[in-house]
């Protein structure tokens, strides 16, 4: 992880250490670490205050006890009550099932999508095309009506399909992937076209190794965006057996009513799978925030 | 149920353009073989409810199942009359007036400094956008217990500036004034980091060699950002106020989560009562004529930002 | 959100199996969940909305039948009280995709849609497990049929009774001889006690739950006659008796009685802690203070609600069970799921006991160990005295009639509005539920 963050991770850092000179700190400089420091720290309080809870036992935890924020007894009895539940570990897993469903299939059937639109004409191509475009500005949100009727009607409440399906559709991604797939020259395809490779070959052999950093992001945002979501798991998990971690903590601790550090841990263990990712993948999911404002 | 439109696009800048021998098309069948899996969830998932929910927004259909029959526009009349509808947009747009300032003054403060602090960037990039990664349900696990009226952190330390009088807490999530503001500030700290990030991306393509020229001239670091950044950032701060406008309509989740709508119907916002008619009240007719109201209203917002990225791109 | 909180252990505690389990299910995952299926046993899935201390002893009931019986797979879950579970309940059976066995209140049998949303049962299902209809109260068994069918199992009867703290009230004089609290007539009466006891709690007389207005609302209401009856678009209230109902709310926070606000979690915590001496909420909560008694020490009984006009009925509810709809039961699901119900009836002395409820299942409740129970006998006469809510398909526990008129009401106990406002607001809101086309029928 170490080796991850150390890397610098500006823009453009040819250039802009190139013209950086060491120079005695200023104290305007000084300033400025020291707000952005105390800011940040400010920032991550919660989650610190969060984990501080998480770790003291429940007495302890409690309201109407002093604030501090080094327990006194340091205690993992939350944490274990916890994973004697259970639930909460079906919730984790859940919640990976669904989101690598949605993941995988967001990009193999934009990536086909894609490719077709970027690469091929055929009859009604536009009008599939602009129907998909047009798609960009329906909200997901206010199809939840219907869209948890189909699901019914389909049988698929309460299943990982029904979960998932709906979220597939991602006509941005599409839109995006063919903007990538535009800006790669075809000669490469050409070359393997004339040692005789199929259309889906070219596109799994020479495209798609030529797409990673963008796939990527695509990757990395639609898992995110899956792990995350809470509205549409919210309506078609019906059993905790079925729901997905933001779902299951929302939905079900209600029940854990005064039980603060249990709460806590929960909320721990639920921050951190993503923490983990977002860590590993910080620079892909850096420069793909940056991508929307400098497209 | 679309992934958020924020998604990235990363530049293809790594991969040599343009193209240098076009491709002569031939039309043929075999494109649409590659499009058609995802056009069939487009058509099943996205096409057919859009549709359906209109029918069903001339029905009386009820989630209970019992047969539903034809009634006309008597949704929409009861939609458009009704004004607790009207009073959860209202709702929603007190959220966003509330939440989109911070939001952009905020994320802009916080990009300058981080700009300025580079040494310490990825340290304070972390901090910032940590949040964003986290789900919902977390969120507001956390801030419900950081609101606590006694016993809470934010009343324990309002009360140790002197800020709070510890006799009369704030009762933050239950007041009917308090709770939208607690709410926004959850989300300003959930969110900004987004913002910070499209901010942080701004600064650092703009060229030193402007702010060169400007030391030359003898401007100091306060006139450089108003006089020359703050300019240049006008774009960044037009998509993420159209940015914050479209999550603002669709914001259901912290509401759900935390306040529940209330108290007293405070916080409920449009997507909320469109789940409390359709889910909690069965009615998934008037339900669905309520979702084509704030259909409509999100197509507006998203035609204006349609039009500002192709006015941009052209 | 009003959810009460909970005792831990009141959610499913072997709810769902093991992560290992779950991850060789993933080639499974397509259909269902992944955890159960694999155990080779009988898996029935309860939904419940018991989040109060009484959860806490379904759990322990929970743990005793699954000691008894080893091949079937209990996996209860606990809902947020309410909307939440009852949202959940509809919308679950609407995709035939509910528990197998639900806890509901009767008052909303009507409000879920027994016909489209339920499987009904069958006489010969229950007596071959042992029931038989005349084992129940008859005013209670006709509410468990829609049209002809019986579509609920009823539980228990429950409702709002008054706890009192021996240790204070005996300070300021307010208890008789033998230690029960004195009985009160009328309003005036029942303050001046409250006044004594704020005297010596220093805080607060009683303690209630402020997000459950309607309860105390429609006890006190009734209590003076009230009437509120449903026709088409049309209703009768006694604006009078409803707006004395309202006044006793703002005069008791106004006086500092009781508090301005306070959850169901804050509202026993007031009572536990001694800044109430008396606490007007359900019998649910006598496990969370005999609990707080054994750990902290808390002498307390309970009795029924006070008389201020003329009685003492009190607002109250049963809990049943019912089956949500199947697309298609399992044979074997379906006989475990009956089998629990009946096992949970015939031990539902300790439903009484733990639970404070009044088992429904008359063979329990005749038997002459529960009839000694104490402080259950105390307030046994709240059966008699119950006020269910009224007839209407937006009434009943947790319902909007309920939500809606209580939400008003909280702002009665904060002091941000005046009984008159809130009873215009009161009528406002039910004409506007009338108003609205019955999704139900």
Same mark, same amino acid.
């Given at each position: 992880?170490?080796?991850?963050?150390?890397?610098?991770?500006?823009?453009?850092?040819? $250039?802009?250490?190139?013209?950086?000179?060491?120079?005695?700190?200023?104290?305007?400089?000084?300033?400025?670490?020291?707000?952005?420091?105390?800011?940040?720290? /400010?920032?991550?309080?919660?989650?610190?205050?969060?984990?501080?809870?998480?770790?003291?036992?429940?007495?302890?935890?409690?309201?109407?006890?002093?604030?501090?924020?080094?327990?006194?007894?340091?205690?993992?009895?939350?944490?274990?009550?916890?994973?004697?539940?259970?639930?909460?570990?079906?919730?984790?897993?859940?919640?990976?099932?669904v989101s690598t469903i949605v993941t995988v299939l967001t990009l193999v059937l934009c990536v086909l999508a894609a490719y077709g639109f970027s690469r091929f004409d055929f009859p009604a191509k536009n009008v599939i095309f602009g129907a998909i475009i047009a798609g960009l500005m329906v909200p997901g949100q206010a199809l939840i009506i219907p869209l948890f009727d189909l699901v019914n009607d389909l049988r698929l409440s309460g299943t990982y399909w029904g979960l998932a399906l709906p979220q597939v559709v991602a006509p941005v991604m599409v839109f995006i992937l063919k903007r990538f797939f535009d800006a790669i020259p075809r000669d490469y395809e050409e070359a393997a076209k004339l040692d005789g490779a199929g259309h889906l070959r070219v596109l799994v052999s020479v495209i798609v190794p030529l797409s990673g950093p963008i796939m990527a992001a695509v990757g990395i945002f639609t898992f995110i965006g899956s792990w995350n979501n809470f509205l549409w798991p919210l309506l078609v998990a019906t059993d905790p057996s079925m729901m997905t971690l933001p779902v299951g903590l929302g939905v079900v601790s209600g029940g854990y009513g005064l039980f603060y550090a249990q709460n806590m841990a929960a909320a721990v263990l639920g921050a951190l799978p993503l923490l983990v990712v977002f860590l590993i993948f910080q620079k892909q999911i850096v420069n793909g925030v940056a991508g929307v404002g400098l497209k | 149920m679309t992934v958020k439109t924020e998604a990235p696009a990363a530049a293809p800048a790594a991969v040599p353009r343009p193209p240098t021998a076009p491709n002569p098309k031939r039309r043929s069948?075999?494109?649409?073989?590659?499009?058609?899996?995802?056009?069939?969830?487009?058509?099943?998932?996205?096409?057919?409810?859009?549709?359906?929910?209109?029918?069903?927004?001339?029905?009386?259909?009820?989630?209970?199942?019992?047969?539903?029959?034809?009634?006309?526009?008597?949704?929409?009349?009861?939609?458009?009359?009704?004004?607790?509808?009207?009073?959860?947009?209202?709702?929603?747009?007190?959220?966003?007036?509330?939440?989109?300032?911070?939001?952009?003054?905020?994320?802009?403060?916080?990009?300058?400094?981080?700009?300025?602090?580079?040494?310490?960037?990825?340290?304070?990039?972390?901090?910032?956008?940590? @949040?964003?990664?986290?789900?919902?349900?977390?969120?507001?696990?956390?801030?419900?217990?950081?609101?606590?009226?006694?016993?809470?952190?934010?009343?324990?330390?309002?009360?140790?500036?002197?800020?709070?009088?510890?006799?009369?807490?704030?009762? =933050?999530?239950?007041?009917?004034?308090?709770?939208? =503001?607690?709410?926004?500030?959850?989300?300003?700290?959930?969110?900004?980091?987004?913002?910070?990030?499209?901010?942080? *991306?701004?600064?650092?393509?703009?060229?030193?060699?402007?702010?060169? *020229?400007?030391?030359?001239?003898?401007?100091?670091? =306060?006139?450089?950002?108003?006089?020359?950044?703050? @300019?240049?950032?006008?774009?960044?701060?037009?998509?993420?106020?159209? /940015?914050?406008?479209?999550?603002?309509?669709?914001?259901?989740?912290?509401?759900?989560?935390?306040?529940?709508?209330?108290?007293?119907?405070?916080?409920?916002?449009?997507?909320?009562?469109?789940?409390?008619?359709?889910?909690?009240?069965?009615?998934?007719?008037?339900?669905?004529?309520?979702?084509?109201?704030?259909?409509?209203?999100?197509?507006?917002?998203?035609?204006?930002?349609?039009?500002?990225?192709?006015?941009?791109?052209? | 959100?009003?959810?009460?909180?909970?005792?831990?252990?009141?959610?499913?505690?072997?709810?769902?199996?093991?992560?290992?389990?779950?991850?060789?299910?993933?080639?499974?995952?397509?259909?269902?969940? &992944?955890?159960?299926?694999?155990?080779?046993?009988? $898996?029935?899935?309860?939904?419940?909305?018991?989040?109060?201390?009484?959860?806490?002893?379904?759990?322990?009931?929970?743990?005793?039948?699954?000691?008894?019986?080893?091949?079937?797979?209990?996996?209860?879950?606990?809902?947020?009280?309410?909307?939440?579970?009852?949202?959940?309940? &509809?919308?679950?059976?609407?995709?035939?995709?509910?528990?197998?066995?639900?806890?509901?209140?009767?008052? $909303?049998?009507?409000?879920?849609?027994?016909?489209?949303?339920?499987?009904?049962?069958?006489?010969?299902?229950?007596?071959?497990?042992?029931?038989?209809?005349?084992?129940?109260?008859?005013?209670?068994?006709?509410?468990?049929?829609?049209?002809?069918?019986?579509?609920?199992?009823?539980?228990?009867?429950?409702?709002?009774?008054?706890?009192?703290?021996?240790?204070?009230?005996?300070?300021?004089?307010?208890?008789?001889?033998?230690?029960?609290?004195?009985?009160?007539?009328?309003?005036?009466?029942?303050?001046?006690?409250?006044?004594?006891?704020?005297?010596?709690?220093?805080?607060?007389?009683?303690?209630?739950?402020?997000?459950?207005?309607?309860?105390?609302?429609?006890?006190?209401?009734?209590? *003076?006659?009230?009437?509120?009856?449903?026709?088409?678009?049309?209703?009768?209230?006694?604006?009078?008796?409803?707006?004395?109902?309202?006044?006793?709310?703002?005069?008791?926070?106004?006086?500092?009685?009781?508090?301005?606000?306070?959850?169901?979690?804050?509202?026993?915590?007031?009572?536990?802690?001694?800044?109430?001496?008396?606490?007007?909420?359900?019998?649910?909560?006598?496990? $969370?203070?005999?609990?707080?008694?054994?750990?902290?020490?808390?002498?307390?009984?309970?009795?029924?609600?006070?008389?201020?006009?003329?009685?003492?009925?009190?607002?109250?509810?049963?809990?049943?069970?019912?089956?949500?709809?199947?697309?298609?039961?399992?044979?074997?699901?379906?006989?475990?799921?009956?089998?629990?119900?009946?096992?949970?009836?015939?031990?539902?002395?300790?439903?009484?006991?733990?639970?404070?409820?009044?088992?429904?299942?008359? @063979?329990?409740?005749?038997?002459?160990?529960?009839?000694?129970?104490?402080?259950?006998?105390?307030?046994?006469?709240?059966?008699?005295?119950?006020?269910?809510?009224?007839?209407? =398909?937006?009434?009943?526990?947790?319902?909007?009639?309920?939500?809606?008129?209580?939400?008003?009401?909280?702002?009665?106990?904060?002091?941000?509005?005046?009984?008159?406002?809130?009873?215009?607001?009161?009528?406002?809101?039910?004409?506007?539920?009338?108003?609205?086309?019955?999704?139900?029928?």
């Amino acid at each position: 992880m170490a080796a991850v963050l150390d890397k610098p991770r500006t823009v453009a850092p040819g $250039r802009r250490a190139a013209k950086r000179r060491f120079k005695r700190p200023t104290v305007g400089a000084v300033v400025v670490y020291v707000a952005a420091a105390a800011l940040a720290v /400010l920032w991550l309080l919660p989650l610190l205050w969060a984990l501080s809870t998480s770790l003291k036992p429940e007495t302890e935890a409690s309201l109407g006890q002093d604030i501090h924020w080094i327990p006194q007894d340091w205690s993992l009895e939350g944490y274990r009550t916890l994973f004697e539940r259970g639930d909460h570990l079906t919730w984790m897993i859940n919640s990976t099932i669904v989101s690598t469903i949605v993941t995988v299939l967001t990009l193999v059937l934009c990536v086909l999508a894609a490719y077709g639109f970027s690469r091929f004409d055929f009859p009604a191509k536009n009008v599939i095309f602009g129907a998909i475009i047009a798609g960009l500005m329906v909200p997901g949100q206010a199809l939840i009506i219907p869209l948890f009727d189909l699901v019914n009607d389909l049988r698929l409440s309460g299943t990982y399909w029904g979960l998932a399906l709906p979220q597939v559709v991602a006509p941005v991604m599409v839109f995006i992937l063919k903007r990538f797939f535009d800006a790669i020259p075809r000669d490469y395809e050409e070359a393997a076209k004339l040692d005789g490779a199929g259309h889906l070959r070219v596109l799994v052999s020479v495209i798609v190794p030529l797409s990673g950093p963008i796939m990527a992001a695509v990757g990395i945002f639609t898992f995110i965006g899956s792990w995350n979501n809470f509205l549409w798991p919210l309506l078609v998990a019906t059993d905790p057996s079925m729901m997905t971690l933001p779902v299951g903590l929302g939905v079900v601790s209600g029940g854990y009513g005064l039980f603060y550090a249990q709460n806590m841990a929960a909320a721990v263990l639920g921050a951190l799978p993503l923490l983990v990712v977002f860590l590993i993948f910080q620079k892909q999911i850096v420069n793909g925030v940056a991508g929307v404002g400098l497209k | 149920m679309t992934v958020k439109t924020e998604a990235p696009a990363a530049a293809p800048a790594a991969v040599p353009r343009p193209p240098t021998a076009p491709n002569p098309k031939r039309r043929s069948w075999t494109g649409l073989w590659f499009v058609l899996p995802f056009a069939a969830f487009y058509a099943l998932f996205l096409v057919y409810p859009t549709f359906l929910g209109l029918f069903y927004s001339f029905t009386d259909k009820s989630l209970t199942g019992r047969p539903a029959s034809w009634v006309g526009l008597d949704n929409w009349a009861e939609a458009l009359g009704d004004e607790r509808a009207w009073d959860a947009l209202w709702n929603t747009a007190v959220f966003t007036l509330y939440s989109t300032p911070p939001l952009v003054v905020l994320a802009i403060v916080l990009a300058l400094l981080v700009n300025r602090a580079r040494r310490i960037g990825w340290f304070l990039r972390m901090a910032f956008f940590a @949040p964003f990664v986290v789900p919902v349900s977390v969120v507001t696990m956390i801030w419900i217990w950081i609101y606590q009226p006694t016993g809470g952190l934010l009343n324990h330390y309002l009360q140790l500036l002197g800020l709070q009088d510890p006799a009369a807490p704030t009762i =933050w999530l239950q007041g009917e004034t308090t709770a939208m =503001w607690s709410v926004v500030i959850t989300t300003v700290w959930w969110t900004l980091g987004f913002n910070f990030l499209l901010y942080l *991306a701004a600064l650092q393509t703009i060229d030193p060699n402007v702010y060169e *020229a400007a030391s030359i001239d003898g401007a100091g670091w =306060w006139r450089q950002t108003a006089h020359l950044t703050l @300019p240049l950032l006008k774009r960044t701060t037009g998509l993420v106020v159209v /940015l914050q406008l479209i999550a603002s309509l669709r914001i259901f989740d912290q509401m759900y989560l935390m306040t529940a709508g209330g108290p007293n119907r405070a916080t409920e916002v449009a997507i909320h009562y469109i789940y409390i008619a359709g889910f909690e009240g069965y009615r998934i007719g008037y339900a669905s004529a309520l979702s084509y109201v704030l259909f409509v209203l999100i197509l507006v917002v998203s035609i204006v930002q349609f039009r500002l990225f192709s006015r941009k791109e052209a | 959100m009003p959810n009460p909180p909970s005792p831990p252990g009141a959610l499913s505690r072997r709810a769902l199996l093991t992560g290992t389990a779950a991850a060789a299910g993933l080639g499974l995952a397509g259909c269902g969940s &992944v955890s159960g299926g694999l155990s080779g046993r009988t $898996r029935v899935k309860q939904w419940n909305l018991l989040a109060g201390s009484d959860g806490a002893v379904m759990t322990e009931m929970h743990d005793q039948f699954a000691a008894e019986h080893p091949d079937i797979e209990l996996e209860a879950t606990t809902f947020g009280w309410g909307t939440p579970f009852y949202t959940r309940l &509809v919308m679950g059976a609407s995709g035939g995709n509910a528990s197998d066995i639900a806890t509901i209140h009767l008052s $909303r049998l009507k409000s879920v849609s027994p016909a489209t949303l339920l499987d009904p049962i069958t006489l010969d299902e229950l007596t071959a497990h042992g029931l038989d209809p005349a084992d129940f109260p008859e005013k209670i068994w006709e509410q468990c049929f829609a049209g002809d069918e019986l579509y609920a199992i009823p539980i228990d009867t429950h409702a709002l009774v008054n706890y009192y703290n021996r240790t204070v009230c005996e300070q300021v004089g307010v208890l008789n001889p033998d230690g029960t609290l004195l009985e009160t007539h009328g309003v005036e009466e029942y303050l001046d006690l409250l006044r004594a006891v704020k005297e010596a709690t220093g805080q607060y007389g009683t303690s209630l739950d402020t997000l459950g207005g309607w309860r105390q609302f429609w006890a006190w209401y009734r209590q *003076a006659d009230g009437e509120m009856t449903f026709g088409d678009g049309e209703y009768e209230m006694d604006d009078d008796k409803a707006l004395q109902s309202i006044e006793i709310m703002y005069r008791m926070a106004e006086e500092g009685l009781c508090p301005t606000f306070a959850d169901g979690g804050q509202c026993a915590a007031n009572f536990e802690n001694g800044a109430a001496g008396l606490v007007q909420v359900g019998n649910w909560e006598i496990n $969370r203070f005999k609990a707080f008694d054994q750990a902290q020490g808390l002498d307390f009984s309970m009795t029924e609600m006070p008389d201020f006009f003329g009685n003492r009925r009190t607002q109250g509810d049963c809990h049943s069970y019912v089956l949500p709809r199947h697309h298609s039961w399992d044979p074997e699901v379906r006989e475990a799921t009956l089998a629990y119900a009946a096992w949970m009836l015939r031990h539902s002395f300790r439903w009484g006991e733990g639970g404070g409820h009044t088992p429904a299942y008359l @063979p329990v409740t005749e038997s002459a160990e529960y009839q000694a129970l104490q402080p259950n006998a105390e307030y046994s006469g709240v059966v008699q005295n119950v006020q269910f809510d009224p007839d209407v =398909w937006f009434s009943g526990s947790a319902a909007r009639l309920f939500d809606e008129t209580g939400a008003i009401f909280n702002q009665v106990y904060g002091l941000a509005m005046t009984p008159d406002e809130a009873l215009a607001l009161v009528k406002e809101r039910i004409q506007a539920l009338l108003d609205l086309p019955n999704p139900v029928d």
